[in-house]
């Protein structure tokens, strides 16, 4: 019992024992944290430093060359051919000491404020770097230096990998070794990027200012300072109120370093940019390329995506861009004779429908080397007009309501909604009922606003937002683009391939793949989305086949091509009242014109107006330039090139409907022609039931139809009845009028609504015969007829009766012509000598001449009176002159 009790105890003291290890004081594991960081950074710094002294032994040597000169970037075409290369020329080389204090305290306080105190690497700013993309994610923040940037503008690739930073350090370090800090500053100040094609702040003076370096005042100073970060962004003529905020900042990190007052800051900060800049007329431009607005094109795609200043590094830049297509738009472009004015403008982008990719540009007129503003890609300030009507409207109503193109809609007078605002139409009417394909081919305002309520804007915003249109809101104006919605050229082609490209939209590029100088490649090309079902895109494109087309109201009939599937959309933007008595505006002006259109190749958007909004398109030539242009462009293009027709889907069928039917039904057999429309539905909302509203309608045949000659004019006025069938009173009829002539065919003479006619040129002699039927569209009546015979009549001659009947000796009868003498006793005995070879008058008329022509004494004296008293009766019944007298 003692053992087993001792035991226990043992195995108590042993379990409070093991308990006492185990609760060790605090500082004891603190001790052990610490010495395994230190361990762990120990590790860590070998490793790092190992791998550091790695990549700096693969580092390029320092070349002098490299690092003073820029190096030229290469681009190529779509079929990889070289077509421009930048980055050497046109370049004014500046001395240190020839560079303003001022220039130099505003370009150190911007990118390197210790720069003369470090050695290459700026600790302090490499550790607020650390802590930014250990938070942020790696990449967020840089820490160059300008000793830096010198490094990789020379020798290294634009990435920010590890293994590039490490080298890039290394070769700072080098590079501060071999050159003085006045040295390498004047390298950065000749070499750094300040425009797509201009290099160092020198020549930059010159290009923005028309100014040598120590003329410039400080504003000028500070805004050439802040470019380098972002060139294109903050290039003073393109984009002068960002210039201005980056060149306030420069003045404010100069007055943090002390370099200027905060009353000089103040002062610098009151300058206006476009008060400093030179005016376009009389900019110097740069080295011209080939293809300057294309090439303008790619070089802000590369700031944008962060690759701008990878063109002092001499990169290789594989374009998308279509030689042919580029010279077909810039010869249109620069062609005098296809410009209704001499300062009217225009920008062209010219994308694949099928791909996104940009095979041409028109920048503008005549458009040169760093013009300072591309009408294709900065025209961002300017409303869509009725181009927004498929994007915002008809195409998310199809989309979300599935809506059939001929959804009926009434165009009426109506206000925007909360607002009193009147919604008027381009030619001041309202036109009643009509489909959805009719409301959009003939552009009317009303439908389209109509059409946008119903689909609501948070689904109109959704929609538009998957073709690469981005707006914080969506307003009733914008549904006929005059809101606060704006398009460039570049932006709208894109947006319209989608239509014509089975609702997959792709983001317009110019680039397709970058190569930098270590061989390594970036990919440009954009991923295809989809932006809409295949309905959609095509039921939307059907309707704006009809805009290209010759029926009435169709507003893009000039922009057809023949032999072309092409469907597109005018547009035409619109000034405020206040503009037009700010401005003296006549009553027919507008500020902007536009036309979109694409085939299954090409996707076309053409803007055409005038560089100051305050100046207007005042006529039909120049509303319709953006046609005419799309049209000449379209048609080269596609010269040579088979162009495919736009196919419907299967998800899409066609019904003919009765147009006014709510909800739509089919048109029966007795639907008026004027009301059935064959039209397009997403399959299987199409209408079953068949409209009962028109029936079998007979109409009866005239009546009392009455012919009555005119012998004074030759005519014959026809007149009849007319009862419309019970309950169809107001049906509209009119009467189909017939003539037959003796035997020969009928020929329809004349259509009325009157119920009378006139019938002119009536021939004596002839039987006619007129029938008359009634007509309401493809019903007919029967026929009522009436015939009539025109007699020809002959006309009774005059008989001067002798003055004493009861003695011939009286009558004096000398015909001079005949030369004879009667003399008559009134008894009936003709005594007269008659020697008459001539005319006898009008009684021949009526009896014949005599024997052989003649009428001798012999037989002269025959009584032809009835009672032999001497006196002539005229027949009753005239001789028929066709016959043979006897």
Not at 99 to 114: C, F, H, Y
Not at 173 to 179: A, C, D, G, R, S
Not at 436 to 450: C, D, H, I, M, T
Not at 691 to 711: G, R, V
Request: aromatic letters at 8%.
């Amino acid at each position: 019992m003692t053992e087993k009790r001792r035991t226990r105890e043992e195995l108590k003291r042993e379990r409070e024992l093991q308990k006492k290890k185990q609760k060790k004081p605090a500082s004891s594991w603190i001790k052990r944290i610490i010495i395994t960081i230190l361990i762990i950074g120990v590790v860590g710094l070998l490793g790092g430093a190992g791998l550091f002294a790695y990549y700096a032994s693969s580092a390029p040597e320092l070349d002098e060359e490299l690092l003073k000169d820029p190096i030229s970037s290469e681009f190529y075409d779509k079929n990889g051919e070289l077509f421009a290369k930048i980055g050497a020329e046109d370049r004014k080389y500046v001395e240190y000491d020839d560079i303003p204090q001022e220039m130099i305290d505003a370009i150190l306080a911007t990118e390197d404020s210790r720069f003369f105190d470090h050695f290459g690497l700026d600790i302090w700013r490499l550790g607020s770097a650390v802590i930014a993309n250990v938070t942020q994610g790696f990449g967020a923040q840089g820490a160059s230096t300008i000793t830096q940037q010198v490094v990789k503008n020379s020798f290294l690739s634009n990435d920010k990998k590890l293994k590039r930073k490490a080298q890039e350090a290394w070769l700072a370090i080098q590079l501060e070794k071999h050159y003085s800090k006045e040295e390498i500053f004047e390298m950065y100040f000749n070499k750094v990027l300040m425009s797509g094609r201009v290099y160092g702040f020198g020549t930059a003076a010159e290009y923005f200012f028309g100014k040598e370096l120590d003329e410039l005042e400080l504003d000028e100073m500070a805004l050439l300072a802040g470019i380098p970060q972002s060139p294109n962004n903050y290039n003073p003529f393109k984009n002068p109120d960002r210039a201005k905020a980056r060149r306030d900042l420069v003045l404010d990190l100069m007055v943090q370093h002390e370099k200027i007052s905060e009353e000089q800051a103040a002062e610098a900060k009151k300058v206006e940019i476009a008060s400093r800049v030179l005016p376009e007329e009389e900019r110097q431009t740069v080295t011209g390329t080939k293809y300057d607005a294309f090439l303008d094109v790619v070089l802000e795609e590369l700031e944008e995506n962060g690759d701008g200043e990878a063109l002092a590094e001499g990169i290789k830049v594989y374009t998308t861009l279509d030689p042919n297509a580029q010279s077909v738009v810039e010869n249109i472009m620069n062609d005098s004779e296809n410009f209704p004015t001499e300062d009217i403008q225009s920008g062209v982008s010219v994308i694949d429908t099928k791909t996104g990719e940009i095979r041409a540009i028109g920048g503008g007129r005549n458009y040169g080397a760093e013009r300072g503003w591309n009408y294709a890609d900065d025209l961002k300030d300017r409303q869509p007009g009725s181009t927004m009507k498929p994007l915002l409207d008809y195409g998310p109503a199809i989309e979300n309501l599935k809506w059939s193109t001929g959804q009926t809609i009434v165009d009426e007078k109506m206000t925007y909604s909360n607002s009193d605002k009147v919604i008027t139409n381009w030619d001041n009417k309202y036109l009643g009922t009509m489909t959805v394909r009719e409301a959009l081919y003939q552009s009317r305002n009303v439908p389209a606003v109509k059409t946008l309520q119903e689909v609501g804007t948070d689904a109109a915003k959704e929609f538009i937002s998957k073709l690469g249109i981005e707006t914080e809101d969506v307003y009733e104006s914008d549904a006929i683009g005059g809101g606060a919605i704006y398009m460039s050229p570049i932006q709208m082609a894109a947006a319209y391939a989608a239509f014509g490209n089975n609702g997959i939209y792709n983001e317009p590029t110019t680039i397709k793949e970058v190569e930098y100088r270590d061989g390594s490649k970036k990919s440009y090309k954009s991923q295809p989305e989809v932006a809409m079902s295949d309905y959609t895109a095509y039921m939307v494109t059907d309707i704006l086949r009809d805009v290209l087309s010759d029926k009435p109201g169709a507003s893009g009939s000039a922009a057809a091509v023949p032999g072309l599937d092409i469907a597109g959309k005018t547009g035409t933007t619109n000034y405020s009242p206040e503009d037009f008595d700010k401005f003296n505006l006549p009553s027919s002006s507008v500020p902007d014109s536009w036309f979109a259109g694409y085939t299954t190749n090409y996707s076309i958007a053409i803007w055409s107006g005038y560089s100051q909004r305050s100046e207007p398109i005042t006529t039909w030539d120049e509303r319709r330039l953006p046609q005419r242009l799309f049209k000449s462009i379209m048609s080269q293009i596609s010269d040579d090139v088979e162009t495919s027709d736009f196919k419907k889907p299967n998800s899409v069928v066609e019904a003919t409907i009765e147009v006014g039917t709510n909800p739509l039904q089919l048109a029966s057999e007795y639907t008026p022609n004027e009301l059935r429309r064959t039209e397009l539905f997403v399959k299987g909302t199409e209408p079953s039931q068949v409209s009962e509203k028109y029936e079998e309608i007979e109409l009866d045949a005239p009546t009392k139809l009455q012919a009555k000659y005119n012998e004074e004019g030759s005519t014959v006025d026809l007149t009849w009845d007319f009862k419309a069938p019970k309950g169809n009173e107001d049906l509209d009829v009119s009467f189909e009028v017939s003539m037959t002539v003796d035997q020969e065919q009928p020929v329809v003479v004349n259509t009325t609504s009157d119920k009378q006619l006139q019938i002119p040129n009536i021939e004596p002699g002839r039987n006619y015969t007129f029938s008359v039927v009634a007509v309401s569209d493809d019903i007919r009546s029967e026929p009522a007829t009436v015939s009539i015979f025109i007699e020809n009549k002959i006309e009774e001659p005059e008989v001067e009766k002798p003055e004493n009947p009861n003695n011939g000796n009286n009558g004096d009868g000398n015909e001079n012509n005949d030369n004879g003498n009667g003399n008559g006793n009134g008894n009936g005995n003709d005594n007269s000598n008659g020697n008459g070879n001539g005319d006898d008058g009008d009684l021949d008329d009526w009896f014949g001449p005599g024997k052989d022509g003649e009428n001798n004494g012999d037989n002269g004296g025959e009584d032809v009176s009835e009672d032999g008293n001497g006196e002539i009766e005229a027949p009753t019944v005239p001789t028929d002159p066709t016959e043979t007298p006897e």
